[in-house]
């Protein structure tokens, strides 16, 4: 195929506004499914945690014809966390389809992934989703994005861009602002992206230059990179050099090529320049080398990404109740395990720790680290981790920390309970705007520890009806102390299994994160007291038994449930002195020295 058939586009936009969605309907308007074939929705969304986060964690690509031009769709991660997914799916293509929702606007990920876009010029098509919605408000949200562009410093050609007025659900689409009629399709948004987005510029009669920009992994043909060609032509059995990370050099036959049909791979004999591929036969790739020429190998320059703002440690499950759960226990499997994620996944780093058996590992946010362990749990990895702490920077001699920028959806009568619980955080409201009816939206401006646990705060104080979505703004200077959490630890001061009779009597003092019949251990946290002191407590205590009866109030226990603990909860809620147990089964919060009398030694030295 032509280059001049070709067209790269990558689908962006903030989490929920139908990116996904968006991508199912083009991919069956495009008749890339059979009539009788069943499929998923949110078909790009394999993993089992983007289903059910209904977030997009990894970028993928698939592609469709139309009319005679095949468009590779590549759908990028909404949630800033995901940045390095982004950034490596945007080197993959030439022109953007910029999704937002039609009542909700552009939100903090709009303008993550648009600010990169425009650095690297490429084209956008605007796609303003859901307007069919009772609240959608078009014409403001269109006015919203010309600003966007502008505060962006967009250029005046990349301003004049083309709108698209859509509902994805039912794959229909219009040209300009207006409601798609019963019998629209998605032929307007598919024309629009062929005329305004460039063909690839590259030359397939050069030698051979093609960038990898993401890693996959087969039962069959082991690691598989994934990437585009640049320049030149790809071929099945052509000898390539693979230039990496620091000049070397690596010469083999290329065995196996695929390419992208529809949402599958298939085997494929050429790539030529501005096409995307997906090859096997060289274990020692990663991600930013450049396959080129044999003959002439002419490196490209290496994908750069945003440096972590955020990291924890993790380490081997040291509990008494380690090793009955897991399958992988050992700190070998641990490192390996991260090793390689950090083949695949640019935006984390890895360093060493005074401990062999402990890692510490550095990323976006909490959310890819929380992602990161849920998939490890999931594998049989037994593991405990830390407390997330903020990367330091020092900048003109002056020590600096992250700043977040936060946009904050809530009912309308909450508003003055979240602008309390910003102001002990160091946050600052920068913005406050009605949103849909009853609703208001706040925009703060935190250092990243003031935010951390704050999604649950806010949730628990809005009952449950509060949206957040944050992302890294830049440094600010060092803003001092800030305070943690209110209550204080319950810890069990021995191992056994809880009871309903000291759950009963124990419940009156905090709330708790167990019920009864579950195994306990000493210096293992099972609720949070009232007060802010550490508490001391017996989870195992059981009633006396004796030949005299009592009142038949004592008879009856009622128990209040448990709070629900998830992983982002645990790791927001513990203290520095605190530990998360992580295994295939259970979270467990522990203290990190188990003896309390262990811990008051330290506390003396």
């Known amino acids: 195929m032509p280059p001049t058939s070709l067209r790269n586009v990558a689908i962006v936009a903030h989490v929920d506004h139908g990116k996904t969605t968006l991508v199912d309907a083009l991919l069956k308007a495009a008749g890339t499914f059979r009539e009788n074939e069943a499929v998923a929705e949110r078909v790009l969304d394999s993993g089992d945690q983007e289903r059910e986060r209904g977030i997009t964690i990894l970028a993928k690509a698939a592609s469709i014809t139309w009319e005679g031009v095949r468009i590779n769709l590549v759908d990028t991660p909404g949630h800033a966390d995901f940045g390095g997914e982004v950034e490596r799916a945007l080197t993959m293509v030439d022109g953007v389809l910029l999704l937002v929702d039609a009542a909700e606007g552009p939100l903090p990920q709009t303008r993550y992934v648009l600010s990169k876009a425009l650095a690297i010029g490429l084209p956008a098509v605007v796609v303003l989703n859901k307007v069919d919605r009772g609240d959608a408000r078009p014409a403001e949200v269109l006015d919203e994005v010309y600003q966007l562009f502008m505060d962006l410093d967009a250029d005046d050609h990349h301003i004049e861009f083309p709108v698209i007025s859509a509902v994805a659900r039912e794959g229909r689409s219009v040209v300009g602002l207006g409601m798609p009629g019963e019998d629209a399709d998605l032929r307007p948004l598919l024309q629009t992206l062929i005329d305004t987005v460039p063909p690839p510029a590259g030359d397939p009669d050069a030698p051979l230059q093609a960038i990898v920009t993401n890693l996959d992994a087969s039962d069959y043909l082991g690691r598989l990179a994934v990437g585009r060609v640049i320049n030149g032509r790809l071929r099945k059995g052509d000898q390539v050099a693979l230039c990496g990370e620091d000049d070397e050099l690596v010469r083999r036959r290329l065995s196996q ?85 950090v083949l695949g996944n640019v935006s984390i780093r890895l360093a060493e720790t005074d401990s062999p058996d402990i890692i510490e590992v550095a990323a976006r946010g909490e959310l890819q680290l929380a992602v990161l362990i849920e998939s490890m749990r999931r594998e049989g990895y037994e593991l405990q981790v830390s407390r997330p702490e903020v990367l330091e920077r020092e900048i003109d001699g002056r020590r600096h920390e992250p700043l977040e920028h936060a946009v904050i959806d809530v009912p309308d009568d909450f508003v003055g309970t979240v602008t309390q619980a910003v102001a002990p955080r160091k946050g600052r409201v920068s913005d406050l705007r009605p949103g849909d009816a009853g609703r208001t939206i706040i925009t703060i401006e935190a250092p990243s520890r003031g935010l951390l646990g704050f999604r649950s705060l806010l949730l628990t104080a809005t009952r449950g009806t509060a949206l957040m979505h944050q992302h890294h703004e830049g440094w600010i200077p060092w803003v001092g102390e800030l305070p943690t959490r209110s209550g204080g630890a319950m810890i069990a001061d021995r191992s056994g299994t809880s009871t309903g009779y000291a759950l009963d009597n124990l419940q009156q003092r905090g709330e708790m994160f167990i019920g009864p019949g579950e195994t306990v251990y000493e210096g293992m946290i099972i609720g949070e007291s009232a007060r802010g002191d550490e508490m001391q407590v017996n989870v195992t205590r059981e009633k006396q038994k004796t030949n005299i009866r009592t009142h038949a109030s004592d008879d009856a226990i009622k128990l209040t449930p448990p709070r629900q603990l998830t992983l982002e909860s645990c790791i927001e809620w513990i203290a520095d002195d605190e530990l998360v147990e992580v295994t295939p089964s259970n979270l467990r919060l522990r203290k990190r020295v188990l003896r309390e009398q262990d811990r008051r030694r330290l506390g003396r030295s």
């Open 257 to 341: 090529l695929l390419g992208v049909e529809g949402v599958s791979r298939v085997e494929v004999e050429e790539r030529a320049a501005g096409d995307l591929f997906v090859l096997a036969g060289f274990p020692e790739v990663e991600i930013g080398d450049t396959l080129a020429d044999a003959a002439d190998p002419q490196p490209l320059p290496r994908l750069t990404v945003d440096e972590p703002v955020m990291r924890m440690t993790f380490g081997v499950n040291t509990s008494p109740l380690a090793g009955k759960e897991g399958k992988y226990l050992t700190s070998r499997h641990l490192r390996e395990r991260l090793e390689r994620e």
